[in-house]
């Protein structure tokens, strides 16, 4: 069972453009966390949303988890050819931090 | 201070062979766990280690086991591998102190099984 959807599955777009990224569970999940992963590379995290309806930004990236805490979201301002990459969502199956389960992923590709 | 580290980077196997993967946790990370990255597809649990003992198990076949040394460093190992074991297995350790713990994970072991 696939706890974490994600969509879209590929996206491809210009350098200077705007984009947003979904990531949806039909359970409710107490806090999410937004990895990106680079060809050849283990993932990386990008931030952790905790409580519902919080928005938090990092530069160009802007993370907003839904009211209900069912869905987030990811949106980029003026996407550049470094936000190449697997964007996954993630969430911890179990009070100690380490059981994640991982959305299948959005691969963004930025062309210059 | 160096990341998680992991060995071999890339690794080529034929059917029916074992291997062992093995890696290196963030120094004072006393968890590790282990996670299968099949190609086009998101990374999937398959165990946590903390403190030596095995915390948690991923839907993986007993082919597939794990061991954490005192120094927390970790192995995987794979028995009588298929062609469907082909994929980046991925390492990620962490303090472990609560579900929004930040993981750190190493930059994978490529396995190719021919």
């Known amino acids: 069972t696939q706890l974490l959807e994600q969509s879209p599955q590929f996206l491809s777009i210009q350098e200077g453009e705007n984009l947003t990224v979904y990531c949806n569970s039909s359970?409710?999940?107490?806090?999410l966390q937004w990895y990106r992963q680079e060809p050849g590379e283990g993932p990386v995290l990008l931030v952790t949303?905790?409580?519902?309806?919080e928005v938090k930004k990092l530069k160009r990236l802007t993370f907003q988890f839904g009211d209900a805490r069912k869905d987030s979201s990811l949106h980029i301002t003026a996407a550049q050819p470094g936000d190449t990459g697997l964007y996954l969502c993630?969430?911890?199956?179990?009070?100690?931090?380490?059981?994640?389960?991982f959305g299948p992923g959005t691969r963004l590709s930025v062309l210059p | 201070d160096a990341g998680v580290t992991q060995s071999p980077t890339h690794l080529i196997k034929t059917r029916g062979q074992q291997v062992t993967l093995r890696c290196s946790p963030i120094?004072?990370?006393?968890?590790v766990s282990w996670y299968q990255q099949v190609l086009g597809q998101g990374p999937q649990f398959i165990f946590q280690?903390?403190?030596?003992?095995?915390?948690g198990r991923g839907n993986f076949p007993d082919r597939f086991s794990a061991r954490q040394f005192p120094n927390y460093s970790s192995e995987l190992n794979v028995n009588a591998l298929l062609l469907g074991d082909s994929a980046l297995y991925l390492c990620?350790?962490?303090?472990?102190?609560?579900?929004?713990?930040?993981?750190?994970f190493g930059q994978g072991t490529r396995l190719t099984v021919v």
């Open positions: 993630a969430l911890n199956r179990d009070n100690y931090g380490q059981n994640f389960v």
């Open positions: 949303v905790v409580t519902g309806g």
């Open positions: 990620a350790s962490s303090l472990a102190r609560g579900p929004n713990t930040e993981a750190f």
């Open positions: 120094s004072g990370h006393k968890s």
């Open positions: 359970s409710v999940f107490s806090s």
């Open positions: 280690y903390y403190e030596k003992e095995e915390r």
